[in-house]
């Protein structure tokens, strides 16, 4: 384990916490959640309620700070700094993160029990997908651990809340929107969950866990994830087609051809534990930040919807 360090200058020490606090934490990562449900708010044209943002930050920093204790071993490897700073500030992370969960069951219970089912996806999803689920002597332990199986967790688990409750927070019902922004969301992640095990490929065969990098190899995965953003990304465009303003489209295709150029440079960006964390996880913040420019410019030439809008 290498150990976490601090430079000495005591200005520059307290922007290093912060940093690192907001990327290490998950809190980055969080904030991309809060936009994907902004996002969804707007392409189902309901209302934006800040309770969505909310909870997809409080779910995601929880459940992310919770599974980092289940994957230490590969963290130790893969990303030492990350795990010297998580091991440093461990029992300010649980704490909040469990703080984080009671807090976002106790909001979602407000709306209802759907949204409380629908907040707890990810929780279930992460202690299934972490915990040793199988009996000793099964192939696999945890599943995590069967190959494919850890892509698609995390992708399902990652597209379904930020997708369904603007949906059932506003009252509405599940309709080819909702659908596109699942495929969508799903597409997005389940690319950024195997680009990471492309850069953590090391770590994981290690450890014995059996990603698609480490069974088909690197160059074969790459191929797969440009087919699954074409396939996905044309899926949606077509389920969007003339349901959805052109403009919130473009969107979407800005979002396809961002996640090709990252699979392209894949190696370049990789090179950097950081770098990359900041690129494909930004990619959310990215597209949600650029929704709320496109909501405001159509807004600012239809006054009249500019509450639903935003």
């Avoid at 309901?46 to 963290?75: C, H, Q, W």
């Avoid at 409380?116 to 999803?125: D, G």
């Avoid at 949906?167 to 597409?187: E, K, M, Q, R, W």
Wanted: charged share 10%; glycine share 6%; hydrophobic share 55%.
């Amino acid at each position: 384990m290498s150990e976490y360090w601090y430079p000495h200058d005591w200005f520059t020490l307290n922007l290093v916490v912060v940093f690192d606090y907001l990327v290490y934490s998950s809190l980055y990562l969080s904030f991309a959640a809060g936009f994907m449900a902004y996002i969804s708010s707007v392409l189902h044209e309901v209302s934006f309620n800040p309770a969505v943002f909310v909870l997809g930050m409080l779910i995601t920093y929880s459940v992310y700070n919770l599974n980092r204790k289940t994957d230490e071993s590969e963290d130790a490897i893969n990303h030492s700094k990350r795990y010297g700073f998580t091991k440093k500030y461990e029992r300010l992370l649980f704490s909040t993160a469990i703080g984080a969960y009671i807090l976002a069951l106790a909001i979602s219970w407000l709306y209802g029990p759907a949204v409380v089912v629908i907040s707890a996806i990810p929780l279930i999803s992460g202690v299934v997908y972490s915990a040793p689920v199988f009996p000793r002597g099964f192939p696999y332990r945890r599943l995590k651990e069967i190959p494919v199986a850890k892509s698609l967790i995390v992708a399902v688990a990652w597209a379904l809340p930020p997708t369904l409750l603007p949906v059932y927070i506003a009252g509405a019902f599940p309709d080819t929107i909702t659908l596109a922004a699942i495929l969508f969301f799903f597409s997005l992640v389940f690319i950024n969950t195997v680009l990471f095990d492309m850069r953590d490929v090391e770590g994981d065969r290690l450890t014995g866990v059996r990603t698609i990098p480490v069974c088909i190899g690197i160059a074969a995965t790459t191929l797969l994830l440009k087919m699954v953003n074409i396939i996905f990304g044309v899926t949606v465009v077509l389920l969007l087609w003339n349901k959805i303003p052109l403009a919130y489209i473009m969107l979407i295709v800005m979002g396809i051809f961002y996640a090709h150029w990252y699979i392209r440079n894949y190696r370049k960006i990789s090179e950097s534990n950081l770098l990359c964390d900041l690129i494909a996880d930004g990619q959310f913040i990215a597209l949600g930040l650029l929704m709320v420019v496109i909501v405001a410019v159509s807004a600012s030439f239809n006054p009249a919807g500019i509450a639903a809008a935003i």
